[in-house]
Antibody
Framework: EVQLTQSGAEVKKPGASVKISCKVSGYSFSDYYMYWVRQAPGRGLEWMGLLDPKDGETTYAEKFQGRVTITADTSTDTTYMELSSLRSEDTAIYYC?????????????WGQGTLVTVSS | QSVLTQPPSTSGTPGQRVTISCSGSSSNIGSNYVYWYQQLPGAAPKLLIYTNNERPSGVPDRFSGSKSGTSASLAISGLRSEDEAIYYCAAWDDSLSGHVVFGGGTKLTVL
């Protein structure tokens, strides 16, 4: 059974960084791209970036360039998303999702989401 | 403001057919596949339609997708109470250096 299991909720102060993990199981980690998508409270979905676990190549949304880093640890089948210089607008649920394709958002399995709250 | 435009809400009665529209441009829907997601309250999104009109295994054939030019639609026939959710369209956008765009979501209420 394919599963994406994310780390727990985080509370951070403005200006801090947060690093969320997403451990996969039930499939070959390197065979699928990994997307990160976030959802602010009561808002829609927002794409943050993607990772190719085979070689670590990443593509980030322009909005997050310079603040987001997506990495992978193939020894533990885990991907990480780190967001720096946090502000209140970054309060959201962050999801990892498996993608069949580099650029088409064919996201067939999702993590359960990680709530990040940014508050002073 | 989302790149893909969806109506904020729609409604229907059980058994009815409803459609949800998704309007984009030549750089996204006009040149790439469209995907649809269903998000139930408190849950992660679920893939409903891929490559414009294909259903993943387990998705009822009451759900169907279509695309024409720079617009796409999701149709739900034989509406059921459990279909009450928020529906999002998504596509790759070739502008800038390439990125994924989502619609703002449509809240479907089953009356």
């Amino acid at each position: 059974e394919v599963q994406l299991t994310q780390s727990g909720a985080e509370v951070k102060k403005p200006g801090a960084s947060v690093k969320i993990s997403c451990k996969v199981s039930g499939y070959s980690f390197s065979d699928y791209y990994m997307y990160w998508v976030r959802q602010a409270p009561g808002r829609g979905l927002e794409w943050m970036g993607l990772l190719d676990p085979k070689d670590g190549e990443t593509t980030y949304a322009e909005k997050f360039q310079g603040r987001v880093t997506i990495t992978a640890d193939t020894s533990t089948d885990t991907t990480y998303m780190e967001l720096s210089s946090l502000r209140s607008e970054d309060t959201a649920i962050y999801y990892c999702a498996r993608n069949h394709d580099y650029q088409n958002p064919h996201l067939d399995y999702w993590g359960q989401g990680t709530l990040v709250t940014v508050s002073s | 403001q989302s790149v893909l435009t969806q109506p904020p809400s729609t409604s229907g009665t059980p058994g009815q057919r409803v459609t949800i529209s998704c309007s984009g441009s030549s750089s996204n829907i006009g040149s790439n596949y469209v995907y649809w997601y269903q998000q139930l309250p408190g849950a992660a999104p679920k893939l409903l339609i891929y490559t414009n009109n294909e259903r993943p295994s387990g998705v009822p054939d009451r759900f169907s997708g279509s695309k024409s030019g720079t617009s796409a639609s999701l149709a739900i026939s034989g509406l059921r109470s459990e279909d009450e959710a928020i529906y999002y369209c998504a596509a790759w956008d070739d502008s800038l250096s390439g990125h994924v765009v989502f619609g703002g979501g449509t809240k479907l209420t089953v009356l």
